[in-house]
């Protein structure tokens, strides 16, 4: 399978997935971290799978892009893997990742997570498979995170990916990787086992994973890079910097040079006053 390697910046709302398509991106993710922080509460499994249906439709509906969204350990057991994909599918998604992990799960850049036996996660991924071949004739894609790395170390990480494609995966995703080394290795050895899996790279910062360009992926053999928290660390940083400026200064002009101002704010809503707005896809 010829690598060519697709950017996805994580999109935490409507608007800011209507950012995403507007800078040219062909694709976003949905990321469990953003999303939990979004409703201001940490990523440790807390929302229900309607809570993130609810944003996957935002992103989905109002970007028209394909979504990769993040499902975290499945939200339970078979039966709650089966209804996430069927949810996640009818709420616009291209496809979810689970993880390995036991509940409640940890962010996967950091430390003291517990594994699942890989058994038992593989028989999870082939839930989710059968889910997706029967309610969506198998377009729906299941990836399989792996947080083996940083517990067990890489080369369980492979092993277990491995046993998860065996399983039905469509795609594997190696979490929380230290080195470019260590994605070219898990790459090289996933690649080597089945040319026809996908392969998924985190990209995201203040975590164990060093920045690596997007090209260096796609020449390392990955099919797609998500950047999942981004957005919305740059978007947090610039609302506390206004809130530290209001009241300081009690005035907002400190911060206007880096606001989004009216004109691009409805040209990003596809609005123009006075004029009937469409509903992305609405027929004209």
Not at 77 to 88: D, L, Q, S
Request: proline letters at 4%; hydrophobic letters at 40%; aromatic letters at 8%.
């Amino acid at each position: 399978m010829k690598s060519h390697c697709v950017g996805l910046p994580g999109a935490f709302n409507g608007m800011c997935a209507r950012a995403v398509k507007d800078a040219g991106f062909h694709g976003t993710y949905v990321s469990g971290a953003a999303v939990t922080a979004s409703f201001g509460v940490p990523d440790i499994g807390l929302l229900t799978v309607n809570e993130f249906t609810n944003v996957i439709r935002q992103v989905s509906q109002s970007s028209g892009l394909p979504v990769i969204a993040d499902a975290d350990t499945g939200f339970g057991e078979g039966e709650m893997v089966t209804r996430t994909v069927i949810e996640y599918h009818r709420a616009g998604a291209a496809g979810l990742h689970i993880e390995d992990q036991v509940f409640p799960k940890r962010c996967g850049h950091l430390d003291g997570k517990t594994l699942l036996p890989a058994d038992d996660f593989a028989r999870k991924v082939a839930i989710a498979r059968a889910a997706s071949d029967k309610h969506t004739d198998g377009s729906f894609i299941v990836c399989a995170r792996t947080d083996a790395a940083g517990v067990t170390g890489i080369d369980d990480a492979i092993d277990r990916a491995k046993r998860y494609i065996d399983a039905g995966a469509h795609m594997i995703f190696p979490e929380g990787l230290h080195s470019e080394a260590e994605f070219a290795q898990a790459a090289k050895a996933i690649r080597a086992y089945s040319d026809k899996t996908y392969l998924l790279a985190n990209m995201t910062e203040f975590g164990k994973t060093p920045i690596i360009p997007l090209k260096r992926f796609e020449q390392l053999g990955y099919h797609c890079v998500i950047w999942p928290v981004s957005t919305l660390r740059s978007a947090m940083g610039e609302v506390q910097r206004l809130l530290a400026n209001i009241k300081r200064d009690g005035t907002v002009t400190a911060s206007l040079d880096n606001m989004l101002d009216r004109k691009n704010l409805y040209r990003l809503l596809g609005y123009t006053p006075g004029t009937e707005w469409q509903y992305p896809g609405t027929p004209k």
